[in-house]
């Protein structure tokens, strides 16, 4: 094993994992701090909090999701439900040689994070959620729920459930498509009120169909750009889409754990324009409940969905200052 990094130092490596393989970009040295990403993304939408977080005396971790990036992509569909993601975290840790660890997760990377220290909590001593809140397991069937929210239009999430669908669409331009769907739901190129919802597909077309025209949002460089797309031309975008593929498998899954709180002290960050936080509003407002060892919560005023990307002082700000407050890690 590689010695420990340097704050300036970014170590890529392959542990072993029930996935086959899990790559990670490790910089830092100090108690573990654990980063997934959500859709579609990779370890790359960490890169502001990597140094950050090294400079403040952790050792920060950021994974690609198994079905992303250089990590193992398993053929199987079911490979990709949540227990299978949250077993691949728990040996990660464990391949890093560590015992516990600070698990903080975004977007579909959130729901992993949580699920990891719901059913782990000797593991993840302390779980930050970014952009999408904390919703206790239970609830209606997810794709009979995605199902009633579209109306005479299609819910994106139901979109992207029928495999092969949401490939054909994306894989014959995927620089294109990401930009376009970046830029829908950044805060500075994202439609404006009045304009179709760019998470909902009229019948018959596309996405893409409402992606906004022009130019990229300010947080994306061609060069980051170039990173994301160069990955997932090489992987395509089938390992990705099946996280939405196993929604109900989860749900039968965690049918033991329906309701239950996260009980770990906890860190909420979400954009004030983002849909997630607007349609997740009463997820939020149950936090006193389903939250209980909350002791951090911010709504970014003016900022989307990329919170870590779209306002990255401020969100390494608030991480690093919760951080240092845990008295698990200080």
Same mark, same amino acid.
Request: hydrophobic share 40%; glycine share 10%; aromatic share 10%.
């Given at each position: ?120 909590? +000797? ?29 005479? +239009? ?55 169909? $409402? ?105 390494? $700000? ?13």
């Amino acid at each position: 094993m590689p010695h420990a990094a340097r704050a300036t130092d970014v170590i890529h490596r392959l542990v072993p994992a029930p996935a086959g393989r899990i790559h990670l970009a490790e910089q830092g040295a100090g108690p573990l701090v654990l980063l997934v990403h959500g859709f579609p993304e990779c370890w790359y939408s960490w890169r502001h909090q990597l140094p950050a977080l090294a400079a403040a005396g952790y050792r920060a971790v950021a994974v690609d999701v198994r079905g992303y990036g250089r990590s193992a992509k398993p053929e199987a569909l079911d490979a990709y439900r949540m227990l299978e993601l949250v077993a691949d975290n728990v040996a990660v840790v464990e391949a890093l040689g560590e015992r516990s660890a600070v698990i903080v997760g975004h977007d579909w990377g959130a729901t992993i994070a949580a699920t990891s220290a719901l059913l782990h909590p +000797e593991v993840f001593h302390a779980v930050g959620l970014l952009s999408v809140p904390y919703t206790p397991p239970g609830g209606p069937k997810p794709s009979e729920a995605f199902a009633r929210m579209g109306g005479p +239009e299609e819910f994106y999430v139901s979109y992207f459930q029928q495999p092969g669908r949401a490939e054909a669409e994306i894989e014959p331009d995927v620089r294109g498509w990401l930009a376009g769907f970046y830029a829908a739901l950044s805060a500075d190129t994202m439609p404006g009120p009045g304009a179709p919802d760019p998470h909902f597909v009229a019948h018959g077309g596309t996405l893409r169909d $409402r992606f906004p025209a022009g130019r990229p949002p300010a947080w994306l460089a061609e060069s980051d750009l170039d990173v994301y797309a160069g990955e997932f031309e090489r992987t395509g975008m089938t390992g990705a889409l099946n996280r939405y593929r196993n929604m109900d498998r989860d749900w039968a899954d965690l049918a033991d754990h329906t309701g239950a709180p996260l009980t770990q002290p906890s860190l909420f960050l979400g954009g004030a324009l983002d849909a997630s936080t607007t349609w997740l509003a009463d997820a939020i407002k149950a936090y006193p409940t389903t939250l209980p060892g909350l002791r951090s919560s911010h709504l970014l005023d003016g900022c989307g969905h990329w919170i870590q990307q779209e306002r990255p002082q401020e969100t390494n $700000r608030l991480l690093t200052d919760w951080l240092a407050a845990l008295p698990e890690i200080a």
